[in-house]
């Protein structure tokens, strides 16, 4: 058969639209099915933090690459290298960023421990409750509320078809490739890439893959403009919190608190009860944040597997199915795995491995 | 500045308040937007991203163009009350 | 916790609030607004100690007394900030006032939280001076002030005349009056309005005493632009057709240091939305609808809302819908709605329908003609918050984005401390005109927490930090 797409790529996030463009460059047809608009999935609500000391030891590599995408783009998404803080505010805490740190830095990341008087002398306005910081001159942050006039921009620049509201709801193998549909709507390509985010589990569903995919409910919130509190990106040594400034003076206070609602239910609602001590831990690491007025707090979805490591390979029992998704830390990491899984699907040998997933998932 | 009609509009006394660090005075209780207009006060602030000037808008407590700042925070004009003594500044940022 | 809450205490929500009482219900009703009475029959000011009363002032303060006289549980001067949902279904109502943020339980709420103004942009709007219609008599009823020493009114519907009759009564002048609709729109309501000869005549007053006072009155003439340096100096008015399309002729200007200017009211809909109600786009009724059955039941269980809220019927219709709700809620409830409340449903609803069609013919001339975003300019700040002009939202959609979501993401249009209460009509409308679809099509954006601007200090108290509630350390 002869087919219009050698592949349907399922979802418009960071992970399909850049795979898109990689395999475009390698010179297949794409199509990108998305149920909404482009980038308004978790890779255009996210807190756009590009910290290498919250993502994973086996994954820093990707996201050093990552980040060096990002950061060669520059304003066009918002890119601001500030530097970043890890804090801890009791001993306990104190002893699991040192030991998580350590095996951070061995794993390539530019990662010090700092005196209390050098972060005081950078962040004066930081709590006095801090007992150790690690410090990350490559922290920063993009504004991930561009993703989708980024990958909308890109896309038409490249000649690829991308179709919106256009919501999967049946897969279907044929003898030598795939139907894809939404409704009455039909689209038929050679090959098949998942890479719907949050959703990631019903789409696989609909071809007869069982994954074990539970999906998260991040909550993000973020102030009126503010006088100036910080100039870098603060986290917390639990990750449970991650803030920083915006050149015009707002302050995006994150930290993975989970909301409210599933993917099938529509876009997730804030937890009174999570947001309160999201907040509360922010203002305890930036006292003078009291006065400062939240103006939204919204949330997005992600996916996880037990292991929390990313799906991103072929998968096993039919040809020409790919998954792409599951990505901590996947704002960071999403442009590099991505040209990794073009790649990969191209018949090309990855830079670096993907990540099978056909293997088992023990708990990490 | 604007006309009042005749009594019997009976308003409670005249206190004195601060404004970017202007006295200026009202009557107890209404509310500072109202009370600076009465002083031909209408600009409250500038725009976030340029010089122009903004003040009271939609007087329900929705635009957030009034806003103001009384110790540190940040508040709508339109809503709050003056009182003797109060210190407002404009928003700075 | 309570068995019903509801949010507004205008009629629509103090005639729900007592009726649950009066039918046994656990009540608590929420105001922001220092006493009952909503934007009709708004609650004078503390600094008002004694002035003439008008009906609406008498109305407000029956009401008022009413409330008082009733055991209803009431939050006044505080204001709700989210609705939640907790694991047994019950709302969680998020509130904050003076003494900071908390939370109360309810097995039912009501939402009636009334409505907000249309303001189409046009250059200059952002000028101080320049008020909202409707937020004017805001100064009237509730300061006794007027907004200047001359005062333009204009815009659209009968608040017009309504705001320039007060203007005078208050002993300030008007400049002009511009109404957008022609003297015929108003013959063409005329057969509705005869249902309520007193309403009626009352605008007829209004209007007769503005040619009394020999005011300029611009029939079918909107407003091009405002002019002003740090303030309004005047308006720059041209001849409007009836589509509201301002024709090309040389402008009027009318001098001027205060104006009134605003296109009719939207119902405000952010609770109910964030209450996860469905919505419809109902011009006739002001806009984006909550989807509910005639009695205000909404497609979320235990969730009714009522008043202009719902759709803008105005304040005669209100109470109707008010009582309405809280019998749908005590059915709901209960399970069951005695045959005494089956009749008295019956009357309420027959006085509703009588209400509404003086309600609607209003809110008729306020419906959005094919013109009206045509008078937003290109360098026209259509987002106030951030200072987004049409030129940019134009770009946005033509770069592919089609939805709201996605040009507020890629403008940031919207996403300032007004949340889009005021910007996301006008994207709408510049959306609607750059691609041809629909507003039903183009939809809205997301509704998020807060309603209002809450300070940090307020949502989050000062925290035992061993009382966190980490959930686990993120993996390594
Ligand atoms: C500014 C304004 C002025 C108006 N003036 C007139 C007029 O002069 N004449 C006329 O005929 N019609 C007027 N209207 C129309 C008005 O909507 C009436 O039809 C009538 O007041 C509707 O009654 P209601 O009970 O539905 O809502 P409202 O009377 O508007 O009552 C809603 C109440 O909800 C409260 N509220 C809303 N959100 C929250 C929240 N998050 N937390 C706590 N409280 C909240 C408000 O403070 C308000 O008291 C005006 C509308 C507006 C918006
Ligand atoms: C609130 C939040 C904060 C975060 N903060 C950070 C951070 O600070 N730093 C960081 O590095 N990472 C962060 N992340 C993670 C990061 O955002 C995600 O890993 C990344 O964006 C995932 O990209 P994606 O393309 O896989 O998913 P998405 O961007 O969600 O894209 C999936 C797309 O698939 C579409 N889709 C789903 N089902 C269907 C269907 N049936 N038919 C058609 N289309 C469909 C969806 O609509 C969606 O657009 C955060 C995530 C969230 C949710
Ligand atoms: S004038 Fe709109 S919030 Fe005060």
């Given at each position: 058969?002869?087919?219009?797409?050698?592949?349907?790529?399922?979802?418009?996030?960071?992970?399909?639209?850049?795979?898109?463009?990689?395999l475009?460059?390698?010179?297949?047809?794409?199509?990108?099915?998305?149920q909404?608009?482009?980038?308004?999935?978790?890779?255009?609500?996210?807190?756009?933090?590009?910290?290498?000391?919250?993502?994973r030891?086996?994954?820093?590599?990707?996201?050093?690459?990552?980040?060096?995408?990002w950061?060669?783009?520059?304003?066009?998404?918002?890119?601001?290298?500030?530097?970043?803080?890890?804090?801890?505010?009791?001993?306990?805490?104190?002893?699991?960023?040192?030991?998580?740190?350590?095996?951070?830095?061995?794993?390539?990341?530019?990662?010090?421990?700092?005196?209390?008087?050098?972060?005081?002398?950078?962040?004066?306005?930081?709590?006095?409750?801090?007992?150790?910081?690690?410090?990350?001159?490559?922290?920063?942050?993009?504004?991930s509320?561009?993703?989708?006039?980024?990958?909308?921009?890109?896309?038409?620049?490249?000649?690829?078809?991308?179709?919106?509201?256009?919501?999967?709801?049946?897969?279907?193998?044929?003898?030598?490739?795939?139907?894809?549909s939404?409704?009455?709507?039909?689209?038929?390509?050679?090959?098949?890439?998942?890479?719907?985010?949050?959703?990631?589990?019903?789409?696989?569903?609909?071809?007869?893959?069982?994954?074990?995919?539970?999906?998260?409910?991040?909550?993000?919130?973020?102030?009126?403009?503010?006088?100036?509190?910080?100039?870098t990106?603060?986290?917390?040594?639990?990750?449970?919190?991650?803030?920083?400034?915006?050149?015009?003076?707002?302050?995006?206070?994150?930290?993975?608190w989970?909301?409210?609602?599933?993917?099938?239910?529509?876009?997730?609602?804030?937890?009174?009860?999570?947001?309160?001590?999201?907040?509360?831990?922010?203002?305890?690491?930036?006292?003078?944040?009291?006065?400062?007025?939240?103006?939204?707090s919204?949330?997005?979805?992600?996916?996880?597997?037990?292991?929390?490591?990313?799906l991103?390979?072929?998968?096993?029992?039919?040809?020409?199915?790919?998954?792409?998704?599951c990505?901590?830390?996947?704002?960071?990491?999403?442009?590099?795995?991505?040209?990794?899984?073009?790649?990969?699907?191209?018949?090309e040998?990855?830079?670096?491995?993907?990540?099978?997933?056909?293997?088992?998932?023990?708990?990490? | 500045?604007?006309?009042?009609?005749?009594?019997?509009?009976?308003?409670?006394?005249?206190?004195?308040?601060?404004?970017d660090?202007?006295?200026?005075?009202?009557?107890?209780?209404?509310?500072?937007?109202?009370?600076?207009l009465?002083?031909?006060?209408?600009?409250?602030?500038?725009?976030?991203?340029?010089?122009?000037?903004?003040?009271?808008?939609?007087?329900?407590?929705i635009?957030?163009?009034?806003?103001?700042?009384?110790?540190?925070?940040?508040?709508?004009?339109?809503?709050?009350?003056?009182?003797?003594?109060?210190?407002?500044?404009?928003?700075?940022? | 916790?309570?068995?019903?809450?509801?949010?507004?205490?205008?009629?629509?929500?103090?005639?729900?609030?007592?009726?649950?009482?009066?039918?046994?219900?656990?009540?608590?009703?929420?105001?922001?607004?220092?006493?009952?009475?909503?934007?009709?029959?708004?609650?004078?000011?503390?600094?008002i100690?004694?002035?003439?009363?008008?009906?609406?002032?008498?109305?407000?303060?029956?009401?008022?007394?009413?409330?008082?006289?009733?055991?209803?549980?009431?939050?006044?001067?505080?204001?709700?900030?989210?609705?939640?949902?907790?694991?047994?279904?019950?709302?969680?109502?998020n509130?904050?006032?003076?003494?900071?943020?908390?939370?109360?339980?309810?097995?039912?709420?009501?939402?009636?939280?009334?409505?907000?103004?249309?303001?189409?942009?046009?250059?200059?709007?952002?000028?101080?001076?320049?008020?909202?219609?409707?937020?004017?008599?805001a100064?009237?009823?509730?300061?006794?002030?007027?907004?200047?020493?001359s005062?333009?009114?204009?815009?659209?519907?009968?608040?017009?005349?309504f705001?320039?009759?007060?203007?005078?009564?208050?002993?300030?002048?008007?400049?002009?009056?511009?109404?957008?609709?022609?003297?015929?729109?108003?013959?063409?309501?005329l057969?509705?309005?005869?249902?309520?000869?007193?309403?009626?005549?009352?605008?007829?007053?209004?209007?007769?005493?503005?040619?009394?006072?020999?005011?300029?009155?611009?029939?079918?003439?909107?407003?091009?632009?405002?002019?002003?340096?740090?303030?309004?100096?005047?308006?720059?008015?041209?001849?409007?057709?009836?589509?509201?399309?301002?024709?090309?002729?040389?402008?009027?200007?009318?001098?001027?240091?205060?104006?009134?200017?605003?296109?009719?009211?939207?119902?405000?809909?952010?609770?109910?939305?964030?209450?996860?109600?469905?919505?419809?786009?109902?011009?006739?009724?002001?806009?984006?609808?909550?989807?509910t059955?005639?009695?205000?039941?909404?497609?979320?269980?235990?969730?009714?809302?009522?008043?202009?809220?719902?759709?803008?019927?105005?304040?005669?219709?209100?109470?109707?819908?008010?009582?309405?709700?809280?019998?749908?809620?005590?059915?709901?409830?209960?399970?069951?709605?005695p045959?005494?409340?089956?009749?008295?449903?019956k009357?309420?609803?027959?006085?509703?329908?009588?209400?509404?069609?003086?309600?609607?013919?209003?809110?008729?001339?306020?419906?959005?003609?094919?013109g009206?975003?045509?008078?937003?300019?290109k360098?026209?700040?259509?987002?106030r918050?951030?200072?987004?002009?049409?030129?940019?939202?134009?770009?946005?959609?033509?770069?592919?984005?089609?939805?709201?979501?996605?040009?507020?993401?890629?403008?940031?249009?919207?996403?300032?401390?007004c949340?889009?209460?005021?910007?996301?009509?006008?994207?709408?409308?510049?959306?609607?005109?750059?691609?041809?679809?629909?507003?039903?099509?183009?939809?809205?954006?997301?509704?998020?927490?807060?309603?209002?601007?809450?300070?940090?200090?307020?949502?989050?108290?000062?925290?035992?930090?061993?009382?966190?509630?980490?959930?686990?350390?993120?993996?390594?």
């Amino acid at each position: 058969m002869n087919f219009k797409f050698d592949i349907a790529i399922i979802g418009g996030g960071i992970m399909g639209c850049e795979t898109a463009l990689r395999l475009t460059e390698g010179g297949m047809r794409v199509v990108v099915l998305e149920q909404g608009d482009i980038g308004q999935g978790a890779s255009g609500v996210n807190a756009g933090t590009l910290s290498m000391q919250i993502k994973r030891v086996k994954l820093m590599p990707y996201a050093i690459k990552g980040h060096a995408i990002w950061e060669k783009l520059g304003e066009i998404i918002g890119f601001h290298k500030t530097g970043g803080y890890t804090l801890a505010f009791n001993d306990r805490e104190a002893e699991l960023l040192k030991e998580r740190m350590m095996l951070k830095k061995e794993a390539g990341a530019n990662i010090s421990f700092v005196s209390l008087n050098q972060l005081k002398e950078k962040e004066p306005n930081l709590a006095n409750k801090v007992v150790a910081a690690s410090y990350c001159p490559d922290d920063g942050y993009a504004n991930s509320s561009l993703t989708g006039y980024y990958y909308r921009t890109r896309m038409e620049n490249a000649g690829i078809n991308y179709v919106e509201k256009f919501k999967v709801t049946n897969i279907r193998q044929t003898s030598d490739g795939y139907e894809v549909s939404s409704g009455e709507n039909l689209i038929i390509a050679k090959r098949v890439l998942l890479a719907c985010g949050g959703w990631m589990k019903d789409v696989a569903a609909m071809i007869g893959e069982e994954l074990p995919i539970r999906a998260r409910i991040n909550t993000v919130s973020v102030t009126e403009r503010a006088p100036k509190l910080m100039s870098t990106v603060i986290g917390h040594a639990t990750g449970l919190l991650t803030m920083k400034q915006k050149p015009n003076g707002t302050v995006l206070i994150g930290g993975g608190w989970q909301g409210k609602g599933t993917p099938e239910e529509g876009r997730g609602t804030v937890a009174t009860d999570s947001l309160i001590p999201n907040l509360q831990l922010a203002k305890y690491a930036v006292p003078k944040l009291s006065n400062v007025r939240i103006v939204r707090s919204w949330t997005g979805f992600e996916a996880n597997v037990p292991d929390f490591y990313p799906l991103a390979g072929a998968l096993p029992n039919k040809e020409n199915l790919y998954v792409l998704g599951c990505v901590r830390g996947g704002y960071t990491i999403g442009p590099y795995i991505s040209r990794l899984m073009g790649d990969f699907i191209l018949g090309e040998e990855p830079e670096m491995p993907l990540f099978d997933p056909s293997r088992s998932f023990e708990s990490a | 500045m604007s006309k009042e009609p005749a009594p019997p509009i009976v308003r409670t006394e005249i206190v004195e308040f601060s404004f970017d660090g202007r006295k200026f005075s009202g009557h107890q209780g209404e509310t500072v937007a109202v009370a600076l207009l009465r002083q031909g006060i209408i600009q409250l602030r500038d725009a976030p991203n340029t010089p122009a000037a903004r003040g009271m808008f939609c007087v329900m407590g929705i635009c957030q163009e009034c806003v103001i700042e009384i110790n540190g925070k940040r508040k709508e004009a339109c809503r709050v009350p003056i009182s003797s003594g109060l210190i407002i500044d404009k928003v700075k940022y | 916790m309570y068995d019903a809450t509801i949010i507004g205490s205008g009629p629509a929500g103090a005639n729900a609030a007592l009726e649950a009482h009066d039918l046994g219900l656990k009540v608590l009703i929420v105001d922001e607004q220092r006493d009952a009475g909503g934007q009709i029959w708004r609650v004078k000011s503390k600094s008002i100690l004694s002035a003439p009363s008008t009906e609406a002032s008498i109305k407000g303060d029956a009401l008022r007394e009413r409330l008082k006289q009733s055991s209803i549980e009431v939050k006044f001067e505080t204001r709700v900030w989210h609705i939640d949902k907790n694991e047994e279904k019950n709302w969680i109502i998020n509130l904050v006032s003076k003494d900071g943020s908390h939370s109360v339980l309810s097995k039912a709420l009501i939402i009636a939280t009334g409505a907000q103004e249309r303001v189409i942009p046009v250059q200059g709007w952002t000028l101080p001076g320049v008020v909202g219609l409707a937020g004017a008599t805001a100064l009237f009823k509730e300061h006794m002030m007027v907004p200047g020493k001359s005062t333009v009114v204009a815009g659209s519907g009968p608040l017009v005349f309504f705001v320039a009759s007060e203007v005078i009564r208050l002993g300030g002048s008007v400049a002009a009056v511009v109404s957008i609709n022609g003297f015929s729109d108003w013959i063409k309501a005329l057969p509705a309005m005869v249902l309520n000869p007193k309403l009626l005549w009352q605008g007829i007053k209004w209007i007769g005493d503005l040619y009394l006072k020999r005011v300029p009155l611009y029939w079918r003439h909107g407003i091009r632009s405002f002019e002003g340096l740090g303030h309004v100096v005047g308006v720059n008015v041209r001849k409007a057709n009836k589509k509201w399309y301002l024709r090309h002729d040389p402008n009027i200007f009318i001098a001027a240091d205060s104006v009134c200017y605003g296109h009719g009211l939207m119902p405000s809909i952010e609770a109910s939305r964030l209450a996860g109600a469905v919505h419809t786009y109902e011009p006739a009724l002001g806009g984006w609808v909550p989807f509910t059955d005639e009695n205000g039941r909404t497609t979320v269980p235990y969730l009714y809302v009522c008043g202009d809220n719902a759709g803008i019927l105005g304040a005669q219709a209100a109470p109707h819908r008010g009582r309405l709700a809280a019998y749908a809620m005590v059915e709901d409830l209960n399970e069951t709605l005695p045959e005494d409340l089956l009749a008295k449903r019956k009357a309420e609803k027959k006085l509703l329908k009588w209400a509404s069609i003086f309600g609607k013919a209003a809110t008729g001339l306020s419906i959005l003609q094919p013109g009206a975003g045509g008078l937003i300019s290109k360098q026209t700040e259509v987002c106030r918050c951030e200072g987004i002009n049409r030129l940019e939202i134009e770009k946005e959609v033509k770069t592919g984005a089609l939805s709201p979501n996605a040009v507020k993401s890629g403008t940031r249009c919207g996403m300032g401390p007004c949340g889009g209460r005021f910007c996301s009509e006008s994207m709408a409308l510049i959306t609607e005109q750059a691609t041809g679809k629909t507003r039903a099509e183009i939809g809205l954006p997301t509704a998020r927490p807060p309603l209002r601007p809450v300070a940090m200090d307020e949502i989050a108290k000062d925290l035992n930090y061993d009382d966190l509630p980490i959930p686990g350390v993120s993996p390594l």
